[in-house]
């Protein structure tokens, strides 16, 4: 009883701290460094779960490419919402079967 409510524990701080699940996105511009014909672009806006600094380069198709930071949005996950649901079922539920039985064997 009590790894399962070790793992409601893990599961709750996994799940309030986007530790599986990402929360924040980041959305980079990109403009290529040497000068290419509108056809063989192919990159405008870069959207990324992963931060990567306010500006990095990259190369894409043999085409270096700046990056540049423009925003960063909090995006509520559903999974994160389930694994904090579910760490809550596996630490309460051992702790209410174990408070069953101990009121059960007092009142005995």
Known sequence: MLLISIIGVVLIITGHFSLIFPQTYYTYKTQPLVQVHKAQLSLDYHLSDSY???KYIQVFSG???EYTL???K???RLENRWLIIIG???LLLPMSIFSFFLIKKRLS
């Open 63 to 65: 085409i270096k490419y």
């Open 88 to 90: 809550l079922v596996l």
């Open 70 to 72: 423009i925003a960063e």
């Open 74 to 76: 909090e995006i509520d």
């Open 52 to 54: 990567q600094g306010d």
